[in-house]
């Protein structure tokens, strides 16, 4: 292509057990998808209307990272999220169609800034710059679901600094894979490359430069970075 500009890059992620990588489209997260976590925050669970945001693909950084502290924020927060990664795509799926939609899992942190995720509450304003910001997707390799034991006992925890933050079950999440999957489906195309974060469990904090974080989805993937 003979583009004006340089063209920007893909980005993507290593993928377990493989020299290849995995090309990431969009990003989209769910939001109280953790019953616990949704009232630490104030919040109801809405059962019958999950709630979604995006963060933009190069948003996402690798295992082993140094993640710079982002700018306009004093209140940075971690959220641990089991993520999942799609292998084909589809609109206006049944929760069946779109378990066959996931091709791989990982686990990442949905990085906040809880300031001004508040102020945005406040205001009734969107969600983008506390969510969306450069570096807030930090994300494991990726491991394939033919080789991952995801089930609802599986492990999502976050240690910062070697002490426990944060730690839950899949099985207690509010809307299960399935269902996540074919609410974003009546609301957008899913495509292959898409990652979607799964919600975080209670126990989101802050975190401060030269924090060390550590977070595993157990047995699955793992991911360690620093904040700079
Ligand atoms: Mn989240």
Redesign the pocket.
């Known amino acids: 292509m003979n583009y004006i500009i340089d063209a920007p890059a893909t980005p993507s992620l290593p993928v377990i057990g493989s020299d290849r990588r995995f090309p990431i489209r969009r990003v989209f997260?769910?939001?109280r998808?953790y019953a616990e976590h949704a009232r630490e925050m104030g919040a109801t669970v809405d059962k019958s209307a999950p709630m979604f945001f995006c963060k933009p693909a190069d948003a996402v950084v690798g295992d082993g990272a140094d993640v710079p502290y982002p700018q306009a924020t004093a209140d940075l927060h971690h959220?641990v999220?089991m993520v999942v990664a799609l292998g084909a795509g589809g609109r206006d799926l049944s929760p069946e169609q779109a378990a066959a939609l996931v091709w791989g899992y990982g686990v990442g942190l949905?990085l906040?800034r809880r300031d001004l995720q508040a102020q945005a509450k406040a205001k009734g304003h969107p969600w983008d710059v506390a969510?969306g910001f450069d570096h807030s997707a930090p994300v494991s390799a990726l491991r394939p679901a033919s080789a991952a034991a995801v089930d609802a006992q599986t492990v999502l925890r976050l240690s910062v600094n070697g002490e426990l933050r944060q730690q839950g079950t899949l099985g207690e999440m509010v809307h299960d894979v399935p269902h996540i999957l074919a609410a974003l489906s009546t609301l957008f195309e899913l495509k292959a490359g898409d990652l979607v974060?799964t919600?975080?469990p209670a126990g989101v904090a802050a975190l401060q430069r030269g924090d060390r974080f550590h977070a595993e989805l157990v047995g699955v993937a793992e991911l360690h970075g620093r904040i700079v």
């Open positions: 997260c769910i939001g998808n959220e999220e949905d906040t969510k974060f919600g975080t």
